[in-house]
Structure formats: C-alpha cells, structure tokens
C-alpha cells in the first residue's frame, strides 16, 4: 500500500504571496492533520479534517487554512507568507480520527517551505 | 493542558549497545495513547511504536521496547542491539481521546561504529 504523499517536496516563495501544500492520505485513511516543525518551536499541530470537516485546529492565524476532499486528499493553504513561516510541513493520515483506538498516524515525507 | 517532555536532548550509543530515551507526560486524563517516533535524517516521521494506556503490558516491536509507568507518567524507549541506521531524532507524543497528538522537543540519538 503506497504511503501518505505530499506535493511539492520544496517551496520557495516570496514574503506576501500565498502557497497551498497537497496530501494524500494512504488508502482507505479519511483522516489528515497536518504539522509544521521549525527548529526553534519543534513540532506543531496545525489542524486535522476528518470525512471533508474540521475536527481540530490549532493555534496557528487565520492565514493557515485547510480542506479536505471527498477522496480524503487534503490541501493546506497559507496566505501572506511571512519570513517565520519557513518550515517543514507535515501532513499525516489516519484511519479513524486522531485520539482513538485506529488513529495512529502515518507520516508523509514533508514539504519543506521556503520564504524569502 | 497536556505535556510531553523529554529531558534528554542528545544522547549517543556503541553500535550493538543497548540504549534508552526518556519521556513524561503530564495529563489528567486516564485513556490516551502514547507513541515513538523516528525522524531520520531523510525528515521522515517515522511511528517505531505504540501504547495504549489501558493496557497494562508494555509494547515490543522487535529491538524496540517500552517501559510504560502509568501512575509516574513515563514512558521511556528501550533501543537494544543499536544499529546505525538507528540514528535519528526521536519524538515521544502523546494523544488522548478525540484529540490531537502532542509532541516532546525530541532526543537527537547517535549510533556509533
């Protein structure tokens, strides 16, 4: 079974501009939260969507927007670049939602975002 | 709010040796899920193993081991045999019901020859 895949793998992008990431969950997972790690803050939860809905967000601007597709495949959109918005984001798919019993999460390789 | 730390930021190890992370939580909850994961160099999220809280025996997953205490709310990884391509940054994250994983600073582990 393929993994979950995230597209691009590197971004870069000028202060102001807007970009959207892409996941696609392992097959048969309908469940996708997405993170952003940077080295100073580590590892964030960003906002997870569950059958097309949002289940949980974190503490992240109104910038920071998600979807989910009927196909489970989710996108995350980011507006306003900000030079501190430079990281890795990590999208990770679940069959069930995140805190029950099948809602481990499996990790995608990342996108790494670049802003100048 | 819930809480993962890892007191250990890098830690280094004999390849073949035996070597163990630490991890606590803090939570006022009594279900919840507790997980390891490998972060190679390569940036790949890895889960290296699971826990559920309800269960009394600790998980196994090949070399790798965990010592679950509930009532001090620790939950170390227990690496046996090292390999080098063990060598990553592992993370300990805690979940519980219905709600997002938390994750720790991470233990940057060094496997040498």
């Known amino acids: 079974k393929a993994g979950v895949t995230q597209t691009p793998r590197y971004l870069i992008k000028t202060r102001g501009q807007q970009v959207t990431l892409s996941c696609s969950p392992i097959s048969g997972h309908r469940s996708v939260s997405w993170y952003q790690q940077t080295p100073g803050q580590g590892l964030q939860f960003l906002f997870e969507?569950?059958?097309?809905?949002?289940?949980n967000k974190g503490n992240f601007p109104g910038r920071f927007s998600g979807r989910q597709f009927s196909n489970s495949r989710s996108e995350m959109n980011v507006s306003t670049l900000e030079l501190g918005d430079s990281a890795l984001y990590l999208c990770?798919?679940?069959?069930?939602?995140?805190?029950?019993?099948?809602?481990?999460?499996?990790f995608g390789p990342g996108t790494r975002l670049t802003v100048t | 709010a819930q809480t993962v730390t890892q007191s250990q930021p890098e830690m280094s190890v004999q390849e073949a040796e035996t070597v163990t992370l630490s991890c606590t939580y803090d939570t006022s909850e009594n279900n919840y899920y507790l997980f390891w994961y490998k972060q190679p160099p390569s940036r790949q999220m890895i889960l290296v193993i699971r826990q559920e809280a309800y269960k009394q025996q600790n998980a196994t997953e090949n070399r790798f081991s965990v010592n679950f205490q509930k009532a001090a709310k620790s939950f170390s990884l227990k690496i046996s045999d090292s390999q080098l391509g063990d060598t990553a940054m592992y993370f300990c994250a805690f979940m519980r019901n219905t709600d997002k994983l938390i994750f720790g600073t991470g233990t940057r582990l060094q496997v040498f020859p």
């Open positions: 990770a798919s679940s069959l069930a939602p995140s805190g029950t019993a099948e809602g481990e999460q499996y």
């Open positions: 969507y569950f059958s097309e809905t949002q289940r």
